[in-house]
């Protein structure tokens, strides 16, 4: 995959959620939501997804699930809270957790997306960088596709771990990190699959830190969420999903090449691609004991004030 591909990936992901319409339900049956409406990243997070559309998942729950792309789930924020979608899939933690903190978005989890895994998401330089250790992002400019989120709560948590200083955050799209770091506008980018991969393949960039590593490994990243509302509301249609994705993604964990070939689907990856990028580990259920490790590593960094008690915001 080229930079060019990768840039031009950024407009061809553009948020779509006006054709979502007004909020209104699209179809229900009883107490539940026969229509979902979805947004969700071209990630590897998001695979499960795909799967349980392409295995008839959602159909044999009963569910006509329409997937509206987006760049980033921050984008689909404020889509989720006015109702114009009813799910974010790969939804950062960091991000929907803070939200619903500060009340701007009454947060609840319908399932897990992704752990961290070994190179699923990892820091790359150029292959003729000066930067040739951790310790040498003291002060340097690092990608990272949102500001104070799970990329710079995970490496600020290696970083500390090796006793090493932190480096400066500037936020780029994961499809702009490879144009970014070729013209040197970065000194390094925090990039997750399957960019991670296309940047190394296309730039020879090398592989500074593994940022799936301790003290980080196994850590829940992000989710399908929904609303307090929709969840309450629609309480049928929520758990029928909710079923899907978690069949889904034991079906992932079971056989990772359905994976593989699900992302040239949705994401620019090709076949060829697809069949050797790092995966990141797809739990078939939540776990509230891993989302505490979470909360607690956000707490100590200062992205969350208060205790959260996940096992709140989980949908049962």
């Given at each position: 995959?080229?930079?060019?591909?990768?840039?031009?990936?950024?407009i061809?992901?553009?948020?779509?959620?006006?054709a979502?319409?007004?909020?209104?339900?699209?179809?229900?049956?009883?107490?539940?939501k026969q229509?979902?409406?979805?947004?969700?990243?071209?990630l590897?997070?998001?695979?499960?997804?795909?799967?349980?559309?392409?295995?008839?998942?959602?159909?044999?729950?009963?569910?006509d699930?329409?997937?509206?792309?987006v760049q980033?789930?921050?984008?689909?924020?404020?889509a989720?809270?006015?109702g114009?979608v009813?799910?974010?899939?790969?939804a950062?933690?960091?991000?929907?957790?803070?939200?619903?903190?500060?009340g701007a978005?009454d947060l609840?989890?319908?399932s897990?997306?992704?752990r961290?895994?070994p190179?699923?998401?990892?820091?790359?330089v150029?292959?003729?960088?000066?930067?040739?250790?951790?310790?040498d992002?003291?002060?340097?400019?690092?990608?990272?596709n949102?500001l104070?989120?799970?990329?710079?709560?995970?490496?600020?948590?290696?970083?500390?771990?090796?006793?090493?200083?932190?480096?400066?955050y500037?936020q780029i799209?994961f499809p702009?990190?490879?144009?970014a770091?070729?013209k040197?506008q970065?000194?390094a980018?925090?990039?997750?699959?399957?960019f991670?991969?296309?940047?190394?393949?296309?730039?020879?960039?090398?592989?500074?830190?593994?940022g799936?590593?301790?003290?980080?490994?196994?850590?829940?990243?992000?989710?399908y969420?929904?609303?307090?509302?929709?969840?309450?509301?629609?309480?049928k249609?929520?758990a029928?999903?909710k079923r899907?994705?978690?069949?889904a993604?034991?079906?992932a964990?079971q056989?990772?090449?359905?994976?593989?070939?699900?992302?040239?689907?949705?994401?620019?990856v090709?076949?060829?691609?697809?069949?050797?990028?790092n995966?990141?580990?797809?739990?078939?259920a939540?776990?509230?004991a891993?989302?505490?490790?979470?909360?607690?590593?956000?707490r100590?960094q200062?992205l969350?004030k208060?205790?959260?008690?996940?096992?709140?915001l989980?949908?049962?």
């Amino acid at each position: 995959m080229g930079t060019g591909r990768l840039a031009a990936g950024a407009i061809a992901l553009a948020l779509v959620l006006v054709a979502c319409g007004d909020g209104g339900d699209s179809g229900s049956v009883g107490d539940g939501k026969q229509k979902i409406r979805v947004a969700a990243l071209p990630l590897t997070d998001a695979a499960a997804l795909y799967i349980a559309r392409d295995r008839g998942l959602f159909v044999k729950e009963g569910l006509d699930v329409t997937i509206q792309p987006v760049q980033q789930s921050i984008q689909a924020l404020p889509a989720l809270s006015k109702g114009q979608v009813d799910v974010i899939a790969s939804a950062n933690y960091v991000t929907f957790l803070q939200a619903d903190e500060k009340g701007a978005l009454d947060l609840r989890i319908l399932s897990e997306g992704v752990r961290t895994a070994p190179h699923m998401m990892d820091v790359l330089v150029p292959k003729d960088s000066p930067i040739k250790t951790p310790a040498d992002l003291k002060g340097r400019t690092v990608a990272v596709n949102i500001l104070n989120n799970i990329q710079s709560l995970t490496l600020d948590a290696i970083l500390d771990q090796q006793g090493a200083g932190h480096p400066v955050y500037r936020q780029i799209a994961f499809p702009q990190m490879g144009p970014a770091l070729q013209k040197g506008q970065v000194d390094a980018v925090h990039a997750v699959e399957p960019f991670d991969s296309a940047i190394q393949g296309e730039l020879k960039a090398r592989v500074l830190l593994d940022g799936g590593s301790a003290p980080v490994q196994s850590l829940p990243i992000s989710g399908y969420v929904t609303t307090r509302a929709f969840a309450e509301k629609h309480a049928k249609a929520a758990a029928a999903f909710k079923r899907a994705i978690e069949a889904a993604s034991k079906l992932a964990a079971q056989d990772p090449s359905l994976v593989r070939a699900e992302l040239p689907k949705y994401t620019k990856v090709t076949a060829d691609q697809a069949k050797t990028i790092n995966l990141p580990a797809y739990p078939a259920a939540t776990d509230a004991a891993r989302l505490r490790r979470l909360i607690e590593l956000m707490r100590k960094q200062g992205l969350l004030k208060k205790p959260i008690d996940p096992a709140t915001l989980l949908v049962k």
